[in-house]
């Protein structure tokens, strides 16, 4: 009787863990928010994005995204943009030669009427609505470790 309890009990342990789904999208190990990081590669990265959130550091440390610790005990890394994609994790991008180019284009979808909020303190939303933005990523091969990314956006409705 004993034997079939523990089997009960652990199937249906089983079902409950399988059903479980977490709220944020993917979680790291450490129940923080899990994040996709740019990085260079010989191709240039292309990721669909619907939202931009524009965060100091702390303050995506404080919303519990989780951020590299380069990143974090970094001084030359204040302003970091995580970007909501279409069929993926969140995109970190905390280089300063990306954050530019994407800087760049957020206040041209400002000026074009996109609606930007200060959600919380040193926290900006960029919410495309049903629009999205492809935006394309990519460093000079030949230009060595420290080559700034070039950033390319396309606009789709």
């Avoid at 009787?1 to 999208?25: D, H, Q, R, S």
């Avoid at 590299?68 to 030359?76: A, F, G, I, Q, R």
Wanted: net charge neutral; with cysteine; charged share 25%.
């Amino acid at each position: 009787m004993e034997i079939i309890t523990a089997m009960i009990i652990g199937a249906l342990y089983c079902v409950l863990a399988a059903k479980k789904k977490t709220v944020f999208g993917q979680m790291t190990l450490n129940s923080k928010k899990a994040l996709e990081y740019l990085k260079t590669t010989t191709e240039p990265i292309t990721r669909t994005v619907t939202r931009f959130i524009w965060v100091h550091k702390i303050r995506a440390d404080v919303e519990e995204w989780e951020l590299p610790n380069w990143v974090m005990e970094n001084d030359k890394y204040d302003w970091i943009c995580i970007m909501e994609v279409v069929g993926g994790l969140p995109f970190l991008v905390y280089q300063k030669s990306a954050l530019r180019g994407i800087e760049a284009h957020l206040m041209k979808l400002e000026a074009n009427g996109a609606e930007v909020k200060m959600d919380k303190k040193n926290m900006m939303t960029v919410d495309l609505g049903d629009d999205s933005v492809a935006l394309s990523m990519w460093r000079n091969p030949n230009g060595g470790k420290f080559a700034p990314f070039n950033i390319e956006f396309d606009i789709k409705k």
